[in-house]
């Protein structure tokens, strides 16, 4: 298609298609200008949507055939609504035929009990009329229904009635707005911002897990008076090494990656043999020293001895009562965690080979046979997921039972790894031939492509969203907490067409009232709070829309500014989660002498002078400074520390509802988790916990440390 001369020459039947699909043809950058999409880029999303655009034919073919689509089907592919709140559902019938329409009500999913009886919900035509459409030849007409106010949260079926045939679609009846726990509601809460692999201890594998975050809540709500802890995501990464680093490109976004799981805490490890005891031992023995090494997390090392480890205490005999919690965790979790490990099955048995053609999606005959031969690795990946589920709800269970308000906060990433296990079991659900990342910005100035395949939004509508709700259900499992990585991924998502730069994509948008709802939904079962990383570019509407939803947005300090300085503390918004900083920058003391210009400069990661943007990093700490004093949180000539520690008091005076403290402020750390922009060049996610020097701190000495407790003191009332 030759639209590639100037974008000012984009067609206008592109355009025109390119809107029916939700694909935005402009977008406004950082700096507030507008950029129009190229037609390439254009072309190459609407394909990856499934939807031919490579020649002005193929244009005007699917531009014919979006502009009736929804008069082709009875009912919508998923009816999402608010609970209270009057809604109707459009239905297509020859025209002039009757139509019945009623609801099946799930009890099971309205009550979370155990599946019931299905109360049947007729529901009324409005007077609406509509004029009939001719498509493909067949009259059509259009009836409206009023969907029931007082319908129960949940997911439900609408059916279709019409000309001797019957019709059923998905209904999910969504909360208004998720509650929230009181003293969030009313007041403020703070926790620590923790990323667990760098927290470790004297009894853990040299990476922090599962025990040593029930640990770090117990202690922090004890020594520090602290309502939640919230931690990286805890996704699964590869069964085999290497295993990628970054928790925000996980295999699979459902499932947790089982090198978090503290061995010796499984029960059956206390009943092994003297033989298998040994065993464990010996494959601990080479890692427990890597607790105090002060170099870059081994990841492939922990995982060698901790899989070693769990494959002898899988073979342990397990009580009548366990076994049946296991047998039962698997027949809930279903489908997906059968597919998921033997995914995680086939990936060990293939060894770093191509996985061939055959064996691309989960159903194939090859699979099924793979599945049938490696039953009993497939087994031990699911008991892997059962035991990590285990101890990931004895850490919330001991904050909770420490006095926490909330407990542990979990993590969600964005996105999964294109070549994952979640790829591979939602392939059908997924958009191939691009990948999602985000535009430039003022912090990286090149724009950031994150290799991860997005969701395709109508192939995820026309499956009922239950590959999402799935992964949500699984998620929430046992969380006080959710923070939604990227929640603006939820209204539209940066696509960039594969081998393209990020500067060259452009937002696909999404259901944004379905899948926040959705959301909204499982975190209402589950009893969750939830917050949304709204950072970077957005519509100013964004965020309303979210607080009104019971949705906490991110506050980070650095960026909330007014006027060329901080934002007033009176000024910040109510729902959202307040902190200094973010994992992607330098902590506060290593931000505040400027090394996160220093390490872009070294990784080349600047496309200003070195000079002016340093000029600008010392002049921004020169402003927050000034306005610290003006408060009188400082005075003259005030140490690092004393910034740090009044930069955190700064914000216990705003009304965010939730205070996050980075532990690596809490410690004095200088180094950052990520660099963004960067993969091999820097060692992201690897970076052990320690002091201003870089020596570690153990769990076990982490709330002695004196800075710790000095912040602590400031974030008290006193203080």
């Known amino acids: ?54 020649s002005p034919r193929q244009v005007q073919m699917s531009l014919a055939l979006v502009r009736d689509d929804e008069w082709r089907h009875a009912l919508p592919p998923t009816v999402v609504v608010r609970q209270g709140v009057d809604a109707t559902v459009p239905v297509h019938v020859t025209d002039g035929t009757p139509v019945e329409v009623w609801a099946e009500i799930d009890g099971a999913e309205a009550t979370a009990q155990p599946r019931g009886r299905r109360e049947r919900r007729d529901l009324a035509q409005v007077e609406l009329y509509v004029e009939p459409r001719t498509v493909d030849g067949r009259r059509i007409g259009r009836a409206t229904f009023a969907v029931p106010a007082d319908l129960p ?74 309502d939640f802890v919230a931690v990286n995501p805890l996704a699964a990464a590869e069964p085999t090494v290497p295993m990628t680093p970054s928790p925000y490109l996980p295999t699979s976004r459902r499932f947790l990656n089982p090198i978090y799981v503290r061995v010796e805490d499984i029960p059956e490890t206390a009943y092994l043999s003297a033989a298998d005891r040994s065993l464990v031992e010996w494959a601990a023995d080479p890692v427990r020293d890597l607790s105090t090494d002060p170099g870059p997390i081994d990841r492939d090392a922990v995982w060698g001895a901790k899989k070693a480890a769990l494959e002898v205490v899988f073979t342990a005999p397990r009580r009548a009562a366990r076994q049946a919690a296991f047998e039962a965790f698997v027949d809930e979790q279903g489908k997906g965690l059968r597919d998921f490990a033997t995914w995680c099955a086939i990936t060990e048995h293939l060894d770093g080979k191509d996985w061939p053609r055959e064996l691309s999606t989960p159903d194939t005959p090859a699979v099924n046979a793979l599945r049938e031969q490696l039953a009993e690795r497939v087994d031990f990946h699911a008991w892997l997921q059962w035991v990590a589920d285990e101890q990931k709800a004895d850490a919330q269970r001991i904050a909770r039972e420490a006095g926490m308000q909330i407990g542990i906060m979990h993590d969600l990433a964005v996105g999964v790894h294109p070549e994952g296990a979640d790829a591979w079991a939602n392939g059908a659900y997924l958009a191939r031939g691009v990948e999602v990342g985000a535009p430039p910005d003022m912090y990286n100035q090149q724009g950031q492509n994150w290799s991860q395949p997005p969701w395709n939004p109508r192939a995820l509508e026309k499956a009922g969203y239950r590959p999402y709700r799935d992964m949500l259900r699984t998620v929430l499992r046992s969380t006080g907490a959710l923070r939604a990585d990227h929640i603006l991924g939820l209204f539209r998502l940066w696509w ?28 209402h079962r589950a009893g969750a709070v939830v917050i949304g990383e709204d950072l970077g570019v957005f519509e100013p509407w964004v965020r309303d829309y979210l607080a009104d939803r019971g949705i906490l947005g991110t506050s980070v300090m650095w960026f909330e500014q007014e006027n060329g300085g901080p934002l007033p503390p009176e000024k910040y918004r109510h729902l959202t989660m307040a902190s200094v900083g973010t994992h992607d920058m330098p902590p506060t003391a290593g931000y505040l002498a400027g090394e996160q210009v220093d390490l872009r400069e070294r990784l080349g ?40 520690e009044a930069m955190h008091r700064y914000l216990r005076q705003t009304p965010a509802a939730l205070l996050g403290v980075q532990l690596v402020d809490a410690v004095g750390e200088r180094r950052t988790q990520n660099q963004p922009g960067t993969d091999q060049e820097y060692p992201n996610w690897k970076v052990p916990l320690g002091d201003a020097s870089g020596t570690p701190i153990l769990l076990e000495d982490l709330f002695e440390s004196q800075r710790l407790r000095s912040l602590i003191a400031a974030l008290t009332p006193e203080g």
């Not at 927050?624 to 009188?632: E, I, K, S």
Request: net charge negative; proline share 5%; charged share 20%.
């Open 1 to 54: 298609m030759s639209h590639e001369t100037t974008p000012d020459e984009v067609p206008a039947e592109l355009l025109e298609l390119a809107h029916a699909h939700g694909v935005r043809t402009e977008f406004y950058g950082f700096g507030g200008g507008a950029h129009q999409v190229r037609a390439s880029t254009l072309v190459a999303v609407l394909e990856a949507l499934g939807v031919p655009a490579t």
């Open 153 to 226: 949260l949940g997911w439900h079926t609408l059916h279709a009635s019409t000309e001797g045939n019957e019709i059923k679609t998905t209904l999910v009846v969504t909360p208004q707005r998720l509650t929230l726990p009181p003293a969030v509601e009313h007041g403020q809460v703070w926790g620590l911002l923790v990323q667990l692999y760098s927290v470790r201890s004297r009894t853990s594998w040299g990476l922090g897990d599962l025990a040593d975050l029930a640990d770090i809540a117990w202690l922090a709500a004890h020594r520090a008076g602290a």
């Open 496 to 523: 960039i067409p594969g081998g393209s730069k990020a500067s060259a994509g452009t937002y696909v948008t999404y259901d944004h009232e379905a899948l926040v709802g959705i959301l909204c939904l499982e975190a």
């Open 605 to 644: 990661l600047l496309t200003e002078p070195v000079s002016v943007v340093r000029a600008r990093a010392r002049a921004e700490r020169d402003v927050f400074v000034r306005a610290l004093a003006d408060r009188g949180l400082v005075g003259e000539d005030p140490s690092e520390r004393e910034i740090v």
